[in-house]
């Protein structure tokens, strides 16, 4: 995979001129590729639900793709912001069911 192109600050990664904000890159390696594989599986989820046209898989793929952005620092409080013990325990919480559904 090549290098992708990022902001001068770091913060995005831009994809055919839009900007996506990137992944924190205080996470340890290890964990960042365990969610990554977990956002892609809930990611193809939310495909197969839509080509089967389940509503319900639907919803719960998109609030597994959600709760892996959550806890890549990809959404929710940015990650470059001072701490903000709310949004802290949000990511907390959106890192533990993102890993709970990666690995049962």
């Known amino acids: 995979m090549s290098e992708e192109e990022r902001t001068p600050d770091?913060?995005?990664i831009v994809v055919d001129?839009?900007?996506w904000r990137a992944t924190d890159p205080s996470l340890?390696?290890?964990l960042a590729t365990e969610l990554r594989h977990a956002l892609m599986?809930?990611?193809?989820?939310v495909g197969a639900a839509?080509?089967?046209g389940d509503e319900d898989a639907e919803r719960t793929a998109r609030d597994a793709v959600h709760d892996a952005k959550v806890?890549?620092?990809e959404r929710g409080h940015p990650w470059w912001e001072p701490p903000d013990p709310d949004a802290d325990r949000a990511?907390?919480?959106a890192t533990e069911r993102t890993l709970?559904?990666?690995r049962s």
């Open 28 to 30: 340890p390696d290890e």
């Open 50 to 52: 839509r080509r089967t």
């Open 17 to 19: 001129g839009r900007r």
């Open 100 to 102: 709970t559904r990666h």
């Open 41 to 45: 599986s809930a990611r193809r989820a």
């Open 71 to 73: 806890a890549l620092g």
């Open 10 to 12: 770091g913060r995005y």
């Open 91 to 93: 990511r907390a919480e």
